[in-house]
């Protein structure tokens, strides 16, 4: 997501970085070019406007062009900008009553407000352990009650039995009390959609809130749907009390314009990003780190759950001791390389670390993908324990075997030594500065 933007962005702010003094007039060029950016990125003109009169007011003070590194402190203001127009804080879903929780999903057909609902559930679910149960609301789309009940035992979560012929606040009734006679946390309200906004809808709408009293009405807004998906969630916010925002198919919005309209233009926090059509594809929107990720610093906040979550605690802390020690072999390589892959390969990784974009061009010519992360995998399968353990023992002739063993060539396998040796070497370096706690303080 917002890939374009960041790449002007990142072009702007280079050429401000670069150089010693700024002048006034430097930073208004700046925030010129900043302008352009924004709106080719579809960000809402008057959301644009203002950002960047805020914005200019603070970079042109004289203590940011006379300061030491005046570059880094406009894109520090930038950045502190940013976060503020995308709504400053991440903040979880107020589900905290006493139960059953009322989560209402509003939006148009198609917006991918069912799919959210589930993710919403499944998260609920495995991170919170919350007993939740999901209804349909939707009695105008055929199908979409069994759609949601499909969605529901795919991820293990309990889905109001369908009633032929009920209308909507008699299904949001019937949520209520089968949530609280069998115990449930929160109830997911997945209501009806349609192709426009229209007063049928929000009058439904306006009935089923005022039954259900939810502490949560999302609205679901299609990132993609750019300005469209502004004025939709200006409908909507005029006509039902919402309490957020969640914006799907952010994996496909390079540009972005939509989220960074959204928080102005509702006054209501982004509270989820969908990234996929997977049911956990789902992020916590986080004003901060979208931002560094927009001017290309890097989320590393994300990128270091992502880690936790997929790397298992036990081998972590195994690698960690052999590193200490100054050990690793192949099979350390190995289980670094399938952490890579589980983590959504070189791609998912070069968003998230600063400078990582350049790099993975830089690999990707030199012939490292994500294929590459399989042939490595089988190369070091075609190995014995003890060329795992002690890599100097492969000569000519067991190259020629583990080559031939994984499909590659001698080269290949010739690469894959090399990258061990270095990262072998680079990890006795850490530990000659102290450690990864060392090099941790060292990077800040
Ligand atoms: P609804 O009519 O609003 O309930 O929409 P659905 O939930 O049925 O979603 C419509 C389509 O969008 C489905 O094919 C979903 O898989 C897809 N979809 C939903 N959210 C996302 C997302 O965040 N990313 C991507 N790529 N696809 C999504």
Do not use: C, W, Y
């Not at 905290?96 to 198609?110: E, I, K, N, R, Y």
């Not at 069998?182 to 209501?191: C, E, K, N, P």
């Amino acid at each position: 997501m917002f890939d374009s933007l960041s790449d002007r962005l990142g072009t702007v702010f280079d050429r401000l970085r670069g150089r010693g003094a700024l002048t006034e007039a430097d930073v208004r060029g700046a925030m010129r070019e900043v302008r352009i950016a924004l709106l080719e990125a579809d960000v809402a003109l008057p959301v644009v406007r203002s950002f960047v009169e805020q914005v200019t007011e603070l970079a042109v003070g004289q203590d940011v062009l006379r300061s030491v590194t005046p570059g880094q402190m406009v894109v520090k203001i930038v950045h502190d900008g940013l976060v503020e127009m995308l709504g400053s804080q991440s903040s979880e879903l107020d589900i905290d009553v006493t139960p059953p929780a009322v989560v209402m999903m509003v939006g148009l057909q198609g917006s991918g407000k069912t799919t959210t609902t589930a993710k919403i559930a499944k998260r609920l679910k495995d991170k919170q352990g919350k007993r939740v149960l999901m209804a349909s609301l939707d009695v105008n789309r055929p199908a979409a009650q069994e759609q949601l009940a499909t969605l529901g035992a795919q991820i293990d979560v309990a889905t109001l039995p369908i009633v032929a012929g009920q209308m909507p606040v008699d299904i949001a009734k019937r949520a209520l009390q089968s949530a609280k006679l069998q115990a449930f946390d929160v109830v997911l309200l997945d209501t009806a959609g349609r192709l426009h906004v229209d007063q049928q809808l929000m009058d439904e709408m306006q009935a089923v809130a005022r039954i259900a009293t939810p502490t949560e009405m999302l609205l679901v807004v299609d990132s993609l749907a750019g300005q469209d998906a502004v004025q939709v969630a200006q409908n909507f916010s005029e006509q039902v009390a919402l309490t957020g925002v969640v914006l799907t198919r952010m994996d496909g919005d390079a540009r972005g314009g939509a989220a960074l309209s959204m928080r102005a233009v509702t006054g209501k926090p982004i509270k989820f990003a969908g990234v996929g059509e997977k049911l956990d594809a789902l992020e916590i929107f986080d004003p901060s780190r979208v931002a560094g990720r927009i001017l290309g610093m890097g989320d590393v906040v994300s990128l270091v759950e992502r880690a936790a979550e997929t790397i298992n605690q036990e081998d972590a802390e195994a690698m960690a001791a052999k590193m200490a020690k100054g050990q690793f072999d192949l099979n350390d390589l190995r289980m670094q390389l399938k952490q890579m892959a589980q983590m959504g390969g070189l791609g998912a990784l070069a968003g998230m670390i600063p400078g990582m974009k350049k790099a993975q061009a830089a690999m990707a010519q030199g012939g490292v993908d994500d294929k590459m992360l399989v042939h490595m995998d089988a190369m070091i399968g075609s190995m014995t324990p003890k060329e795992r353990a002690a890599p100097q023992i492969i000569n000519a002739k067991r190259k020629i075997r583990i080559a031939k063993g994984s499909g590659t060539t001698v080269q290949s396998v010739n690469r894959l030594l090399k990258m061990h040796k270095d990262m072998a070497t680079a990890m006795k370096k850490i530990r000659k500065m102290g450690g990864l706690k060392g090099l941790a303080g060292m990077l800040g």
